[in-house]
T-cell receptor
Framework: GDSVTQMEGPVTLSEEAFLTINCTYTATGYPSLFWYVQYPGEGLQLLLKATKADDKGSNKGFEATYRKETTSFHLEKGSVQVSDSAVYFCALRLVDSNYQLIWGAGTKLIIKP | DGGITQSPKYLFRKEGQNVTLSCEQNLNHDAMYWYRQDPGQGLRLIYYSQIVNDFQKGDIAEGYSVSREKKESFPLTVTSAQKNPTAFYLC???????????FGSGTRLTVV
């Protein structure tokens, strides 16, 4: 079935380090792909999205490229800040999915000053 | 500004009680969802609704009930049949397939 796999956390980095959070997917159709961020005690916020192969989503210094050949949508940021500490969720959505998102398990990111 | 509002932010339930969590959106979104999140865990779908007066069970619907009498509202009732209801509950809405979800800020339910 359709699924999303994220790298396990927590991921701990120092401030200004380069970030990669891996996300790969399995889907029978042509999904749209999303990254969401959840800060402690809050709901989820859409961080970025891509709707077709080779699209690059970007927001707040974060980027992710929709790679159909490797079925991946890895999240990257060149220089992380303490304020980026949060849980990051990768998700996919298929055209015939009755609007449902399929979620990864989430990756907790901890940035140390 | 449009958005999705969950209330209350914190809720305490005695054993054997039913409680209702509110979710209201003014985004004119067709679909609405309820998720449960346990500490350090991902999201699990409880119920979802694509149109008024229609809803479907998600992966963990047992012990929960919903209604969708208005497009803007999708309340969740946690019944006494739910044996372990302590969790963070998230409501979300969505308009079309190419967009993601908009989430509320969540309700933290604790059994006392």
């Amino acid at each position: 079935g359709d699924s999303v796999t994220q790298m396990e956390g927590p991921v701990t980095l120092s401030e200004e380090a380069f970030l990669t959070i891996n996300c790969t997917y399995t889907a029978t159709g042509y999904p749209s792909l999303f990254w969401y961020v959840q800060y402690p005690g809050e709901g989820l916020q859409l961080l970025l999205k891509a709707t077709k192969a080779d699209d690059k989503g970007s927001n707040k210094g974060f980027e992710a490229t929709y790679r159909k050949e490797t079925t991946s949508f890895h999240l990257e940021k060149g220089s992380v800040q303490v304020s980026d500490s949060a849980v990051y969720f990768c998700a996919l959505r298929l055209v015939d999915s009755n609007y449902q998102l399929i979620w990864g398990a989430g990756t907790k990111l901890i940035i140390k000053p | 500004d449009g958005g999705i509002t969950q209330s209350p932010k914190y809720l305490f339930r005695k054993e054997g009680q039913n409680v209702t969590l509110s979710c209201e959106q003014n985004l004119n979104h067709d679909a609405m969802y309820w998720y449960r999140q346990d500490p350090g865990q991902g999201l699990r779908l409880i119920y979802y609704s694509q149109i008024v007066n229609d809803f479907q069970k998600g992966d963990i619907a047992e012990g929960y009930s919903v209604s969708r009498e208005k497009k803007e509202s999708f309340p969740l009732t946690v019944t006494s049949a739910q044996k372990n209801p302590t969790a963070f509950y998230l409501c979300a809405s969505s308009k079309t397939v190419i967009y993601g979800y908009t989430f509320g800020s969540g309700t933290r339910l604790t059994v006392v």
